[in-house]
């Protein structure tokens, strides 16, 4: 399906599945919703939290995990993740998403309020089918909620140089918690002792945290020498992410000025902003946490059964967090 899953062919097959059942899934008699869902689906990225849980559900020998069932379950998560994208863009008034026009721009913030809920109960759906009398239910919902504090969180820290444990919490909700969820799930659900389920969601949160950094370093790193999209969407919209906020505790004076302009900040001034970053060493001061993260990932990977998906596990794994800056 995807070039990232090529190596792994059962879960490239599988997610296949997972993606006719999305389709299948995201239907409206709202001509207008149903439009952006189509869009929605389109819009597929690397599939990487219903991949990993795919991958993990492989981890133990002689399943007899049902494949209908872990298909449900891999589409329940990629289902709420589009839907936790489609209210964060709303959230954030973006027109652009990695340099695509969000669905909220195209089509309104109505009808992706309505598409984002409509996926919700899609999700919610999916786990009463899969998880009904399991405490997973309830794991889900934990799941949920500390998806939404990330981003209240998130959201009470615009404009501000909040501390970098603040900016980690941040995350750890936002965005790890779901690969934490996905790695956790798949193990429990593919049949794995409680001793390698609980490693499985240590992996994914671990995973997770410095799949987030990267992406943020990504933003300041250029090999054209223009600056990306997002940074200049970020700082506008008030986000400060770990490189600027590394940079910041360096060097506060030379930021003040700028950052106090907030929404009246200019795209020039923003450059100025990437500039500091670069002279103060952000960007590399992140690398070094994230490169923090991806050992305890590594560590904890090498704790899992040996096994031939184990194996695929790692590799997956340094695929994810060695990007190219």
């Known amino acids: 399906m995807l070039d990232l899953w090529k190596r792994y062919p059962q879960v490239d097959k599988q997610l296949n599945d997972v993606n006719s059942l999305i389709k299948k899934l995201m239907v409206s008699d709202n001509s207008a919703i149903q439009s952006l869902l189509d869009d929605c689906a389109r819009q597929q990225g690397k599939m990487l939290r219903p991949g990993l849980f795919l991958l993990f559900s492989q981890l133990a020998q002689n399943s007899t995990a049902k494949t209908d069932r872990l298909i449900k379950i891999a589409a329940s998560l990629e289902i709420l993740h589009q839907a936790t994208l489609i209210h964060d863009d709303i959230i954030d008034d973006s027109p652009l998403r990695r340099g ?22 899609v999700f919610f759906q999916l786990l009463i089918e899969t998880m009904n009398g399991t405490h ?3 794991i889900n919902a934990d799941t949920m909620q500390r998806l939404l504090q990330g981003e209240l969180s998130q959201m009470a820290a615009r404009f501000q140089q909040q501390p970098v444990a603040a900016y980690l919490d941040n995350i750890r909700g936002k965005t790890a918690a779901l690969f934490r969820l996905a790695c956790l799930e798949g193990a429990y659900f593919g049949g794995s002792d409680p001793t390698t389920t609980k490693l499985a969601g240590e992996i994914g949160e671990n995973i997770g945290m410095a799949f987030q950094i990267f992406d943020d370093i990504l933003d300041y790193s250029s090999s054209t020498g223009v600056l990306k999209k997002p940074v200049l969407e970020d700082v506008a919209q008030g986000v400060y992410t770990l490189p600027l906020l590394l940079a910041y505790q360096t ?10 302009k907030k929404q009246q900040i200019t795209k020039g001034e923003v450059r100025q902003i990437a500039h500091l970053v670069k002279k103060h060493h952000g960007t590399e001061q992140a690398k070094l946490l994230a490169k923090d993260y991806t050992q305890k990932a590594t560590a904890k990977i090498a704790q899992l ?6 194996q695929k596990i790692a590799q997956l794994a340094q695929k994810l967090l060695q990007r190219t800056f």
């Open 251 to 260: 060097a506060p004076t030379e930021f003040k000025e700028l950052l106090a």
């Open 305 to 310: 059964p040996v096994t031939p998906v184990s």
């Open 136 to 138: 997973y239910l309830k």
């Open 100 to 121: 695509t026009i969000t669905l909220q721009a195209k089509y309104g913030k109505d009808t992706a309020v309505y598409a984002g809920d409509l996926l919700f109960t």
